[in-house]
C-alpha cells in the first residue's frame, strides 16, 4: 500500500533529497481514496485525487513499509504523526486498519476527519489514537452552507457532542478568510473552547481562488485565540466595531506579557505540531509561526493588530 507523506516530511525522512527552511515537527500524511467533500477552498474536493496537493503542501507518495520503517527507526524523527484524510465513508474500515498500524509505533498520532464523522471520531480515539482534528473550517451557518456545503444543523450539535464527551483530545480546524467576520469567529472559538475543545487555527490559502486574510486581522484572531485558550479573556469581555476586533479587556504591557513572547502567533494545534508552509511559501510572511518569534517578530506582530489602546 502506498501513502501520501508532506514534502517537508519526506526530507525530514530522508525520502526525498532537498533543503528545507523549517522542518515540520510533526511527520504529515495523507490517506484520501477520493474525498466526497465539496469545499470550496480545497484543490482535492470532489474526488480530485490527481492533485498531489492539498493546502499549498505536495505530498508525493511512498509505499507506507518503507515510511513506517523510517518513522520507527531510532534517533526517532518525530514526536507525533498527523495522518490527515479525505472524506469518504467508504474508505473507513481501511483508515481504521491504517491507523491501527500507527497506533503500533507507540508514536502519539492524530487524524483529521470531517465534522460528518464525529461517531468515527470516539472509535478512533478508543482504539488508541492520542487526537483527532476535526476540520469544521468556517466558522458560522451561512459560510458553513457557502464554503462546506454541509448541514450545520447537523453537524455542530454533533461536534459539540464530541466535544463534552472527549474536548480535551480534539482540535477544531478554524479557517480565517472564508467570509466570517472577526467577531463572529471569536464567538465560534468560544463557544469551541466553552464546550471542551481546542482550535487549530488556519488562514485561507486561496489555492481556488480568493484572497488571503489581511494579517491584521488573522493576528487579532490569534491573539484571542490563545487568550481565550488560557482562558484571560472572553469573547464578551472585547470590543468589537462593525465585526472588527478592536480591543482586548488588557493591554499595553499586560496583554504582551499575556501574548507569551510571541506564542499567541505560532501554529497552533495537537502538541508537537507546526505546520510549516501551509499556509505561505517560503520566505514569505508566517501567518502561524512554525517556529518561536525572534523579537522583532514579536513586536512587528502585536503592532500590525492595531488596537485601540485602552
Ligand atoms: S492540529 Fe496538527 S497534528 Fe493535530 S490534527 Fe491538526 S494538523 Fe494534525
Redesign the pocket.
Known sequence: MKIRVSYGTAIVLGLVHARQDVAPT?A?LLFDRGCIGQCSFCSRANGNVRSQKLSRIIWPEFELEQVLEKLTTPPLPFA?I?L?TGYNPESESELKSLAQQFVKTGIAT???LSPSQTLLAGEMLEMGLD???IGLDAASPPTYATHKKKNWQQDWPALLDLLSKVGDRI?V?LIFGLGDSEEAFCQRIQAIIDGGGKI?LFALTPVNGGNPPEFAAYRRVQAFRFLCEKQKVRVDDCQFADGRLTGFPIAGANLCEALENGDAFRT???GN?N?PYYNERPGQLFYNYPRPLSSPEFTAAVEVMALADR
Open positions: 510533526t504529515y507525533r498527523c490527515q492524530s487524524v483529521t487526537h483527532v482534528g482540535e480546524h487549530s497552533s494545534g495537537c505540531c505546520r
